[in-house]
């Protein structure tokens, strides 16, 4: 058998659409004019990263050169998945365009437009740069990003009601989109931040987002991100997390939709008793293609880290999981885990994963495991053997699996009707 | 007309011949002890009727409830009321117990053209059912014997049996692995499927299981073939002498 075809080596070109939106005057965009002008540069001189880039060995940047500069159409809003979640505080961006902000807050959280925000907080909003070309769309999202949110949530407060993102990516605005948010949590505070993506179907729209939490000592986020609807949608969405002491962050990543979703989760645990908790479910089918890469620092003594990533790969959907984590050399007395599991269901499905621990320390207790497997036919066996159909029989187990990370998810209602789309996702494919 | 009638069943694993030509006929009401010493072909009889993939029979027939059972899909089998229980029951760590007895269970039910079934009732006869086999709560969101110990899941192979109701149940080792106390759980909830419209079939080495769930009829699989039959004296006898002796006696 011949090796396979390198993918997307050539340099990918800047498409039109996107040369001339970075032409356009700065006036409307939210960063810092210096760290505007720099990205700038950054993009331009990059393009757009490709598979000689190490963290883009997986992923063709292809569909967005490839997006077509669609005239802008007004669309229906999809569902909101609020819906049955007691108090969500809904904010809903529409093709990137930030609508009203939700009223009537609880005492300690504060939501500012990104474009009306303090310099300080703006400053702090686009303080990550970009490195090399693996940073490229980080680069871009700093030189176009006109909108964002700050959600400031004071020392002590304890925010019961869900925030809740509504990201219709749409094309009502035009074929991509460039969102920054920005998270700061005082100390002892405790919040939970849903963000939902989503959008009709035929609708080509990119949205590359950027989000940034900073969080105090002994500060608890659980920060959830659903991939729902949209065939045609493209998702690249990168988070950075800075934790204070004893600091507790909860991911909870979920993508069932979109035609691409790339995320990246980059953890940055720098003070000691801080722990982070990554859990993620993406079930790629049909051409979707779905890749997270999850880089945690462990910089600080006695810090811990849990991982689980499962990806159910069906049909001609692409998979990839990989999980970068660094044990600085006077951190020691760490705990990290890092389980990655993964079901490929067709013959023509991909799953690409990889474990990357990098450990300077040495009194340290690292594990990691990665499986791809497919059905288990003796299982398959053992529940026809009690009347359930074959098909039937592969639902439960392929419902068992997902259902692991969607139990994580908090509210009843929540994973309710995350159970149901994931159901009605995996379709009645034999 | 008998329940299961098994005539000249032959077949084989790959080139491996493991059944030679098995004769069998099981009435309702009554209750069988399969015995044989290890690679007699007990186990496989077991697969073969519960229509697992890689054996192939090369001759002979099944009838079940007057139905051709080799031709039916394995789901279809139990869903006509012959229920497999297993020798090692499998783990399936997603998918909870109350989830398999629920789709089992309605599985059945759209067989024989009934409705969905009532879930308070569903529940209500599925706690009775854990608590006769002396089983805790909490076991019904666990996933399908992850983690179960021996005995727990042969405990659970027997629930399933008494919310399932088979007209033939085929229980392959059941006994096997058990101690004492889990032994007699075990044997109360056999004796409870006991019934004249019913028949079970024990799939056993030793003859232990047999004083508490007492067979109509005993058989010696041996090579194959069934080469001796008896009435619950032979399982004593073949406890008393072994079965060298019996194996010389037939040859």
């Known amino acids: 058998m011949s090796a396979p075809m390198p993918r997307a080596l050539e340099p990918i070109v800047l498409p039109d659409w996107l040369r001339a939106a970075l032409s356009q005057p700065a006036t409307a965009r939210v960063a810092p004019s210096s760290r505007q002008a720099a990205a700038l540069a950054q993009i331009l001189n990059w393009g757009l990263p490709t598979a000689r880039d190490e963290e883009w060995r997986w992923t063709n940047l292809r569909p967005i050169a490839r997006l077509a500069a669609a005239e802008p159409q007004a669309k229906a809003p999809c569902s909101d998945l609020s819906v049955g979640i007691p108090d969500a505080l809904v904010i809903r961006f529409v093709g990137g365009q930030l609508q009203a902000l939700p009223q009537n807050l609880p005492a300690g959280l504060s939501l500012t437009p990104l474009s009306r925000a303090h310099d300080i907080d703006r400053a702090a909003a686009f303080a990550p740069s970009a490195q090399s070309r693996n940073d490229a769309l980080l680069a871009l999202n700093t030189a176009c990003a006109t909108e964002g949110v700050v959600l400031d949530i004071a020392a002590n407060a304890d925010i019961q009601a869900p925030v809740v993102l509504d990201w219709q990516d749409n094309n009502q605005h035009g074929n991509h989109s460039h969102t920054r948010l920005f998270i700061r949590m005082g100390a002892h505070s405790t919040a939970t931040v849903l963000e939902a993506t989503q959008a009709p179907e035929n609708t080509p729209h990119w949205r590359n987002a950027v989000s940034v939490i900073e969080q105090g000592a002994n500060s608890q986020l659980t920060h959830i991100s659903l991939g729902l609807a949209g065939d045609q949608r493209l998702l690249t969405d990168r988070s950075f997390v800075q934790l204070g002491r004893d ?37 790629p ?57 993964n079901l490929l269901l067709s013959n023509t499905a991909e ?5 990357e621990l990098e450990i300077y320390a040495d009194d340290v207790k690292c594990s990691h495991g990665a499986t791809i497997g497919r059905l288990d036919d003796e299982a398959l066996y053992y529940l026809q053997s009690r009347g359930i159909s074959r098909t039937n029989a592969r639902k439960l187990l392929i419902t068992g699996f997902a259902q692991e990370i969607i139990d994580a998810l908090p509210y009843p209602e929540l994973v309710a009707q995350m159970s149901a789309m994931m159901q009605t996702h995996m379709g009645d494919a034999p | ?220 699989l041996y090579k194959g073939q069934i080469i001796k039959s008896g009435d619950k004296s032979l399982a004593l006898q073949l406890e008393a002498e072994g079965y060298e002796d019996i194996l010389k006696a037939a040859s």
């Open chain 1, 247 to 283: 600091a507790r962050y909860r991911s909870i990543n979920i993508q069932l939709g979109g035609q691409l979703a790339r995320r990246e989760i980059d953890v940055n645990i720098s003070e000691s008793g801080a722990h982070c908790d990554l859990l993620g479910l993406m079930m």
């Open chain 1, 351 to 355: 799953i690409d994963t990889k474990p």
């Open chain 1, 285 to 341: 089918r049909g051409k979707q293609v779905m890749d997270t890469h999850t880089r945690i620092t462990h910089g600080a003594p006695h810090t811990t880290s849990n991982e689980q990533y499962q990806i159910i790969a069906d049909e001609a959907g692409r998979g990839i999981f990989k999980g970068r984590i660094l044990v600085a050399e006077d951190a020691q007395k760490i705990e990290a885990y890092q389980n990655s599991r």
């Open chain 2, 1 to 220: 007309m008998s329940l299961l009638e098994i005539k000249n069943l032959h077949a084989k694993i790959g080139e491996k011949i493991i059944l030679r030509g098995i004769n069998l006929t099981v009435n309702a009401g009554e209750v069988h002890a399969i015995m044989g010493p290890n690679g007699s072909g007990k186990s496989t009889l077991c697969q073969v009727l519960g229509g697992r993939d890689g054996f192939e029979v090369t001759e002979g027939s099944v009838e079940f409830d007057g139905m051709n059972l080799l031709e039916m899909e394995t789901e279809d089998r139990a869903n006509a009321g012959l229920l497999l229980g297993f020798q090692h029951p499998v783990e399936i760590p997603g998918v909870k117990n109350i989830y398999l007895l629920k789709e089992s269970l309605n599985a059945q039910r759209k067989a024989r053209g009934l409705g969905e079934l009532d879930t308070f009732a569903f529940m209500k006869q599925v706690r009775e059912l854990v608590k006769s086999m002396q089983m805790d709560d909490a076991f019904l969101h666990r996933g399908v014997n992850a983690g179960f110990s021996g005995g727990e899941k042969k405990r659970n192979e027997i629930l399933q049996m008494l919310l399932l109701q088979p007209k033939l149940a085929l229980l392959d080792e059941t006994d096997s692995g058990l101690d004492i106390d889990a032994l007699k759980i075990v044997s109360e909830g056999i004796n409870r499927l006991r019934g004249t419209d019913r028949g079970i079939v024990l799939v056993t080495h030793y003859q232990r299981l047999l004083s508490y769930v007492e067979p109509d009829f005993v058989h010696i």
